[in-house]
């Protein structure tokens, strides 16, 4: 069954605590939490601190997406607050492997995440060595875009790597991810659907979740 992870970008920070434990009781299995340091991307969020409160608030497993120009500079600092899957982009790592290995010498899960108009080629090296590929379906930096639809065969062509490789990888996709796309998305391989407006723009969180993780 595919899992879900609300994105707290979307949650009302100023009830971050709340909204945690509204989406672990409502069936989340993870929560992810993006990085932003306005270089990478064209915006800021969050950072050591706030991952640290966030494993005060939780058991849930913390997804923490690096969308950094230095990711390799963040890892120890956000094993250290808690985090226990980090994902670094393929095209900011230039010592990608090792930037991985350091990520699981801690004992944390390692992803690696592709923007839409990466190829999955950068993959040809690495994939074995990653524990989760994460597809963007939007640019990442901001909230609420639309899901960019090529993204499905993405999604299908890596399904179909990993199964003929008989990989453990598990792919992840994040960005414009709703109730209108999430039957796709599973359908072409999807392991797990970061979700974030979807979720927490909903009146009812669980019945969001129900509908992602088994809707059409």
Known sequence: MVQIAPSILASDFARLGEEVAAVEVAGADLLHVDVMDGHFVPNISIGVPVVASLRRATDLPLDVHLMVSEPHDFIEA??????????????????????????????????????PSTPLTTLDEILPEADHVLLMGVNPGFSGQAFIKSVEGKVARLRLRIDEAGLPTLIE????????????????????LVAATAIFGADDYGAAIKALRAGP
């Open 173 to 192: 996709v994040d960005g414009g991810v709703n109730q209108d796309n999430a039957g796709r998305l599973r359908k072409a391989g999807a392991d797990i």
């Open 78 to 115: 956000f094993a250290e607050a808690g985090a226990d899957w980090i994902s670094v982009h393929v095209e900011v790592c230039l010592h990608l492997e090792g930037t991985l290995a350091v990520i699981k010498q801690r004992g944390l899960k390692a992803g690696v995440v592709l923007n």
